[in-house]
T-cell receptor
């Protein structure tokens, strides 16, 4: 299976600690997205990359959050000085832009990383 | 970005056809309609996408009337494993996705 993978699947940390999540997109996909999802809500957009360039960031992405995608392949999302409000599922998705014929690009999601901040 | 409205929850029984309707009154000319399915503790999974009329794949059908102000996801003969949250999204396909709360479908024996 060559779908989107995320690691770790679960993370428990204490308030104030730093955490880092990794996302490996589908290999030929040039776009990579990060979302956050809390219980009972739909995913909320955080940021996205086209290749290695970070093109858009949500206002939800505070300065404690940073995302990178070196070499346009895998991506990491780091949360510094975690707070209890950061507890959520962090989802990564990838897509391939530039499809022809008016077809809309489809985002494929990974299984997510569930973060619990104590 | 067009806003969507869909029922918070629906109940069904195994073997029945389920239709989930989504309203998107402010849909733009370039917008497509996309449905995702999400099981607990998993990421959303693409189900179907359409622009107008009817689209069918091996999983579902999507009905879009001429005015495109609504759409209906049709799941034929649901099973227990179709219990999930279903999201309707509208967008031009070249920007980020905006999810609502979705429709929680519960299929009972």
């Amino acid at each position: 299976d060559t779908g989107v993978s995320q690691n770790p699947r679960h993370k428990i940390t204490k308030r104030g600690q730093n955490v880092t999540f990794r996302c490996d997109p589908i290999s030929e996909h040039n776009r990579l997205y990060w979302y956050r999802q809390t219980l009972g809500q739909g995913p909320e957009f955080l940021t996205y990359f086209q290749n290695e360039a970070q093109l858009e960031k949500s206002r939800l992405l505070s300065d404690r959050f940073s995302a990178e995608r070196p070499k346009g392949s895998f991506s990491t999302l780091e949360i510094q000085r975690t707070e209890q409000g950061d507890s959520a599922m962090y989802l990564c998705a990838s897509s391939r832009s530039g499809t022809s014929g008016g077809a809309r690009e489809t985002q494929y999601f990974g299984p997510g990383t569930r973060l619990l901040v104590l | 970005l067009a806003k969507t409205t869909q029922p918070i929850s629906m109940d069904s029984y195994e073997g029945q056809e389920v239709n989930i309707t989504c309203s998107h009154n402010n849909i733009a000319t370039n917008d497509y309609i996309t449905w995702y399915q999400q099981f607990p503790s998993q990421g959303p999974r693409f189900i179907i996408q359409g622009y107008k009329t009817k689209v069918t794949n091996e999983v579902a059908s999507l009905f879009i009337p001429a005015d495109r102000k609504s759409s209906t996801l049709s799941l034929p003969r649901v099973s227990l494993s179709d219990t999930a949250v279903y999201y309707c999204l509208v967008g031009d396909g070249y920007s980020t996705l905006t999810f609502g709360k979705g429709t929680m479908l519960l299929v009972s024996p």
